[in-house]
């Protein structure tokens, strides 16, 4: 490889890197908001709120993680891998 390829390959590279680290970032931070929903979403439930409420809630968390059953009660070790809106497949 020439000086200038392999130039062209580490930038290549720590751009990548630097991206994906964005998207932990934003996956940490998305992780964190639904921790927090989630006690609220089941508080809203025993309540019982108006299905109005929970029905925006659950769409907000649709359009944070593609899923909005995401927060839906199931086992814990069965959560569906977190999506950001870039990396969900166009349907």
Do not use: C
């Not at 089941?42 to 769409?59: G, H, N, S």
């Not at 059953?69 to 166009?90: A, G, N, Q, V």
């Amino acid at each position: 490889m020439t000086k200038s390829a392999n130039r062209a390959a580490a930038k290549a590279y720590m751009e990548a890197r630097a991206r994906e680290e964005r998207d932990q970032a934003e996956r940490q931070r998305i992780l964190g908001m639904l921790e927090t929903i989630g006690p609220f979403r089941r508080f809203l439930i025993q309540t019982r709120a108006p299905e109005e409420l929970l029905t925006k809630l659950d769409d907000w968390v649709g359009e944070l993680t593609g899923d909005r059953t995401y927060l839906h009660s199931r086992d814990s070790s069965h959560k569906p891998l977190l999506l950001l809106p870039h990396e969900r497949k166009k349907i």
